[in-house]
């Protein structure tokens, strides 16, 4: 069952809200637990619910028990010992300067995730190999520059994909109805590929959605 943190602990969640936290979560920690010297790329604060928690920032050490409320700057070294009986805490997070980057991370995360969304993205974005090979050839409308295969075969390092594999998402490309395999009209033994035109235009539905997005993103920031 979803806790309501704004239900359960009403004040202790305003408290971290009005000061500006992104993101507030209850959290469980262990009896007896280190956490070892770390630190964050994104403000840390905790009110402690239950139990107590030895917070050392190399400067000062400072016991916390229930009620009370700490921060720590982001990229500041510390570190957390958890009492016998572990300890529950209101935990915030403020992202500051890092809320972009953190946004444009989710969104490129999301056009990777797409699965059973957009079968056709899903499939562009499977393998670097199978990003280099549809982007390369969206590319092409733009640029008219046509490459060959062998051209298509030398550009996708080897690190990603053999020779071998990179025909076989060509192959699986063509059967699909993706790519259209073409012949020159100067060597009828060459031949170059290019975007089904519905896959083109599908591809270009894609890129504009992320650009808005982004866009977006640095907006707001």
Request: hydrophobic share 35%; with cysteine; glycine share 6%.
């Amino acid at each position: 069952m979803h806790t309501d943190l704004r239900d359960v602990w009403p004040k202790e969640y305003a408290k971290i809200k009005k000061l500006g936290y992104d993101t507030i979560e209850r959290r469980q920690l262990g009896s007896n637990w280190d956490t070892g010297f770390h630190t964050h790329p994104f403000k840390a604060c905790m009110i402690i619910l239950e139990g107590e928690i030895l917070l050392n920032n190399i400067s000062e050490e400072i016991l916390l028990n229930k009620g009370d409320f700490i921060s720590v700057d982001n990229n500041v070294s510390h570190n957390e010992q958890i009492g016998p009986k572990g300890a529950v805490v209101l935990y915030g997070k403020k992202f500051n300067e890092s809320k972009d980057n953190l946004a444009i991370i989710e969104d490129s995360l999301n056009a990777l995730y797409l699965g059973g969304i957009n079968k056709l993205i899903s499939l562009v974005t499977k393998t670097p190999a199978s990003h280099i090979l549809y982007l390369t050839l969206y590319k092409q409308h733009y640029s008219e520059i046509w490459m060959n295969q062998e051209d298509i075969l030398n550009l996708i390092p080897k690190i990603y994909a053999s020779r071998s594999t990179v025909i076989n998402l060509i192959n699986d490309g063509i059967n699909r109805n993706f790519i259209k395999k073409k012949r020159t009209h100067s060597d009828k033994r060459a031949v170059y590929y290019e975007l089904n035109e519905d896959i083109f235009y599908e591809i270009e539905s894609w890129t504009k959605d992320r650009k808005s997005k982004l866009v977006n993103i640095l907006q707001s920031g």
